[in-house]
C-alpha cells in the first residue's frame, strides 16, 4: 500500500512538472507577408472632442485673456502634446451635443453670440466663444483633419448644407461672403462629415429605415465643390450589436453617396453600475477585458453585413466613439464624465488599436472618447497643471504603425483566466512603413501572468531589434497632478534576437512596442 502510494505521489508530481513545463512553453506567433495587405490608416489614430464637462471648456479652450499660455485661446500645452502623437483628425462638436448645435450661433463677434444651454451634459449655460473658426484653426495648427458632426437631430438640410458651403467654398457665394466677413478668406476644405451622430438614440430615435432615408436627404444637398476627391459623408451607425442597423444602411443607401459607417461601442460593464476608475477590483477589471475584447466580434460581424452588399469594400468602417467608461471621479459633475486612467486603460487602449490595425482592410477611422477631461482622455487638466495619461503614452508608442503596412500575423493566445472564465491574453499587431521598419505591438492583458512570445522574422533580414514598455507595479496606478510622471514609457530589453527569431517575455498588464530594422 505504501509503495502504491509513492507512485501514486511521484506521478502526480511528474503531471504537475510537466504542467507547469507545458504552461510556459512560449506562444508561436506566425507572421505572413503579403503584398496585398491593406495600409494601416493613420485615421485610426483619430480624436474626439465634444462640448461636455472640461474637454472644451477649462479642456482646450480657455480664452485669449488667460494667463495659462494659448494660441487665439487654446492652450499651448495642449496642441504640443497632440502634435507629438501626430495626431490625424479630430472630431467636434459631439457627440450627443452635435444635434443641438447650430454652428452660426458660433460664428461673428462673440460679445453677439447667443448661449446654448447644454441639455445633454450637466445642464451648463455655453456662450459659443468656441466656435466654427476655433475649431478649424486648432486643426489646422495641429496638423490634423477636421471631422465636423453635422446636427441632423434638430437642425435642417439647408443649416448642414450652408455648414459646408461656409468652410468649404472658394468663390463667391452667401456662405463664403460671410466666412470672409468673419475674418477668414481661404476655406479650410473639410473633408470629413458626419450627418447626425447616433440617430437610434440622442440623434433623434429614429428607426434605421427612416434614418436611411434622412441621410440620402441630407446628404443630397451636401456640395463636394472645392474637395479634392469631394467630401467624406459619414453615416450614423450601429451600436454595440445592432447589426440590422448596419445591414438597413448598407442596403438601402446607395455607394455613391456613402463612403463611411460609424461603429460605437465602450468599454462598460453595465450602464447603470459602471463601476470605479481607480479603485476597482479584479473582477471588475476582467468584465471590461471582456468588453474591450467584444470589439474585435462587433468589428468581424459588422464587416460581414458591410461584404454582403460591397464586395469590393468601397465603404469604410469608421469607429467614431470607443474607450474605457466608468463611474465619475468622486466629488465630480456626474454630468461631465471626467474619470481617471489607470493601467486598465492602457490596456483597454493597446487592445483596441490592435484590434484596428488588424481590421486595416475595412476600419478606416477611430475616434478614442475623448481627447481632454472626459471617459479614456489622453490629456488631464487642472488650471494650469496638465498630465499625460498611460493612454496618452500607449498612443505616441503605437503612431508607428500610422500608414505603414499591416503584417498579418496568427498565433494562439494563451488564457487569462479569472475563476472558472478566460479570455485570451494576448493582443498583438504588426507593420512596416515605408522606410522599412516593422514594428510589433503586443498587450498583455493578463493580471498576474507572464507570456513568453517568439516570433520567426527571418524573411524580415532584421538585424537590430530596440523596444518600449509601459508598465507598472499596480492595474490601478496612475498619473496624478501631483505625481504625473508614475506611469511613462521604459526601454524594454527583455527579450532574445538569435538566428532570426524574436524571443519576447511580456509582463502582466504590459504593452510594448517593438521596432526591427
Not at 180 to 206: D, L, Q
Not at 274 to 288: C, M, N
Not at 372 to 391: F, S
Request: proline share 4%; glycine share 8%.
Amino acid at each position: 500500500m505504501r509503495y502504491f502510494k509513492l507512485i501514486t505521489n511521484s506521478l502526480v508530481l511528474f503531471l504537475s512538472f510537466s504542467t507547469v513545463l507545458i504552461a510556459q512553453e512560449p506562444t508561436k506567433v506566425t507572421l505572413s507577408l503579403d503584398k496585398d495587405a491593406p495600409v494601416i490608416s493613420k485615421h485610426i489614430y483619430g480624436h474626439f472632442a465634444e462640448h461636455l464637462g472640461r474637454c472644451i471648456y477649462e479642456g482646450f479652450y480657455v480664452g485669449e485673456n488667460s494667463t495659462i499660455p494659448n494660441s487665439d485661446g487654446v492652450r499651448k500645452d495642449i496642441i504640443n502634446a497632440l502634435k507629438e502623437l501626430n495626431i490625424p483628425n479630430l472630431r467636434w462638436p459631439g457627440g450627443c451635443f452635435a444635434d443641438t448645435y447650430h454652428w452660426m450661433d458660433g460664428i461673428g463677434p462673440k460679445e453677439d453670440r447667443p448661449t446654448i444651454v447644454n441639455t445633454w451634459w450637466g445642464g451648463v449655460t455655453e456662450d459659443n466663444s468656441f466656435g466654427t473658426h476655433n475649431f478649424l484653426n486648432l486643426c489646422e495648427e495641429l496638423g490634423a483633419e477636421p471631422y465636423l458632426s453635422g446636427n441632423v437631430g434638430s437642425g435642417g438640410v439647408q443649416e448642414l448644407a450652408d455648414w459646408v458651403q461656409y468652410t468649404n467654398f472658394k468663390g463667391k457665394s452667401p456662405m463664403s461672403d460671410l466666412r470672409r466677413e468673419n475674418g477668414r478668406e481661404e476655406p479650410w476644405t473639410v473633408k470629413y462629415w458626419g450627418i447626425g451622430n447616433e440617430a437610434w438614440g440622442c440623434g433623434g430615435n429614429m428607426r434605421a429605415e427612416y434614418y436611411a432615408d434622412i441621410y440620402r436627404k441630407y446628404a443630397t444637398f451636401m456640395s463636394g465643390a472645392d474637395v479634392e476627391g469631394g467630401i467624406y459623408k459619414i453615416a450614423s451607425g450601429a451600436s454595440d450589436d445592432d447589426y440590422h442597423w448596419t445591414e438597413v444602411l448598407m442596403k438601402n443607401i446607395p455607394k455613391s453617396m456613402l463612403q463611411g459607417v460609424a461603429l460605437h461601442h465602450y468599454t462598460v460593464i453595465d450602464w447603470s453600475n459602471k463601476g470605479p476608475d481607480i479603485d476597482f477590483d479584479e473582477e471588475t477589471y476582467f468584465r471590461s477585458m471582456q468588453e474591450s475584447w467584444l470589439m474585435d466580434e462587433l468589428i468581424t460581424k459588422h464587416v460581414a453585413v458591410m461584404d454582403k452588399y460591397d464586395e469590393k469594400k468601397e465603404v469604410d468602417l469608421i469607429v467614431d466613439e470607443w474607450g474605457g467608461w466608468y463611474d465619475v471621479e468622486e466629488g465630480t459633475n456626474p454630468g461631465f464624465l471626467y474619470q481617471q486612467n489607470t493601467m486598465r486603460d492602457a490596456m483597454i487602449a493597446g487592445m483596441n488599436l490592435n484590434i484596428f490595425n488588424n481590421h486595416a482592410d475595412r476600419v478606416k477611422m477611430a475616434n478614442l472618447a475623448q481627447a481632454v477631461n472626459v471617459l479614456q482622455a489622453v490629456i488631464l487638466t487642472d488650471e494650469e497643471k496638465m498630465i499625460l495619461t498611460p493612454t496618452y503614452h500607449v498612443m505616441n508608442m503605437y503612431k508607428v504603425h500610422q500608414d505603414a503596412t499591416l503584417i498579418p500575423l496568427s498565433f494562439n493566445s494563451p488564457e487569462y483566466t479569472f475563476k472558472d472564465e478566460s479570455l485570451p491574453a494576448l493582443n498583438i499587431s504588426a507593420s512596416v512603413d515605408k522606410n522599412n521598419k516593422t514594428h510589433l505591438s503586443m498587450t498583455n492583458i493578463d493580471s498576474k501572468k507572464e507570456h513568453v512570445v517568439t516570433i520567426d522574422v527571418n524573411e524580415l533580414k532584421i538585424k537590430n531589434v530596440s523596444g518600449e514598455i509601459l508598465s507598472s507595479d499596480s492595474l490601478q496606478d496612475h498619473n496624478s497632478f501631483n505625481e504625473p510622471n508614475k506611469i511613462t514609457p521604459k526601454n524594454f530589453k527583455d527579450f532574445k534576437f538569435k538566428k532570426g527569431v524574436l524571443e519576447v517575455a511580456i509582463p502582466p498588464f504590459s504593452v510594448i512596442v517593438l521596432e526591427a530594422q
